[in-house]
């Protein structure tokens, strides 16, 4: 019995080893890889418009590559010389291209060091204690003020 178990066991793992390996594209997973052209700025297979023409138009010629026996790389490249770069969803790294890769995380890096070091130098001087003193009042000004309120009557009380 145990034998039995093991060997369908190890049969499903087979099969789900085989499909996962499966070079032969699909529709979908070509679609997943590449953008909608009709300005929703979405993955294909995304598209929210409904009844795009650009949507099915570039699933008629991913279609058509794919009963063709090409692969993907070729459908890709193809689909590039057809529609340009803009087409793909995750740009190739190469070229000016390559700076959509390596900015996020530079700017990720300049960011932490950034914060690393505000937090260093809060750390290092601590704000000045609070003084309840007050500054020094003029006693010509105070007087002034309260000549000010006796001819005003501010100052008495009724």
């Not at 793992?13 to 529709?27: E, H």
């Not at 590449?34 to 650009?54: D, K, R, W, Y």
């Not at 070729?74 to 000016?96: N, S």
Request: aromatic letters at 4%.
């Amino acid at each position: 019995m145990r034998s039995k178990l093991g060997i369908l066991v190890a049969l499903m793992l087979a099969v789900a080893v085989a499909r996962a390996d499966d070079p032969r594209p699909t529709v979908k997973s070509v679609g997943d890889k590449v953008m909608c052209l009709c300005g929703c700025v979405a993955i294909l297979n995304q598209c929210p418009h409904q009844g795009c023409s650009t949507h099915e138009e570039v699933q008629a010629v991913i279609q058509k590559m794919i009963s063709e026996g090409k692969t993907e790389p070729e459908i890709f490249q193809a689909l590039v010389a057809r529609y340009g770069t803009q087409i793909l969803a995750a740009p190739p790294a190469k070229g000016f291209n390559l700076t959509a890769w390596v900015l996020p995380s530079v700017g990720l890096v300049f960011g932490l060091v950034a914060v690393i070091i505000i937090v260093r130098r809060m750390r290092k001087s601590p704000a000045a204690p609070f003084t309840a003193e007050a500054p020094p009042v003029d006693p010509k000004l105070l007087e002034a003020i309260e000549e000010e309120m006796k001819t005003t009557g501010l100052g008495t009380r009724s």
